[in-house]
């Protein structure tokens, strides 16, 4: 299976469990791979998928409607790739950076696969 990469697309949501966390919002950071047949003897954007129109999905998901955790997110933004007819498998990790957390940390992260054939 082939795959198409889209790594670190950034927009700022309101999901969370706290109240600061849905009134202030906060970065959410999301890579997506999508894995599908890509017919390389084409060059017509008809026989593969308009990663552009998946970064709007993405981005649509991040900025949309509140959710209490990143799993949901993730979910969300999965079954929004999966309904690009050609995407047969999509991996999307949602990074929540500025989680409220008072350790010392880098990110939080959620990693999730789905496949339509499941």
């Known amino acids: 299976m ?68 990143i799993e949901t997110v993730a979910g969300e933004i999965a079954e929004r790739c999966l309904a690009h007819g050609r995407v047969e498998r999509v991996t999307v990790t949602v990074h929540k950076p500025s989680a409220p957390l008072s350790q010392t940390f880098t990110d939080v992260a959620v990693t999730i696969s789905r496949s339509r054939h499941v």
């Open 2 to 69: 082939d795959r198409i990469t889209l790594t670190g697309l950034t927009a700022t949501g309101y999901h969370g469990v706290f109240d600061h966390e849905r009134r202030d919002g906060q970065p959410f950071v999301v890579d997506v791979v999508l894995e599908l047949p890509v017919d390389t003897r084409s060059d017509d954007l008809a026989t593969t998928v308009d990663y552009g129109a998946v970064a709007r999905d993405v981005e649509d998901v991040v900025t949309g409607e509140p959710r209490n955790l």
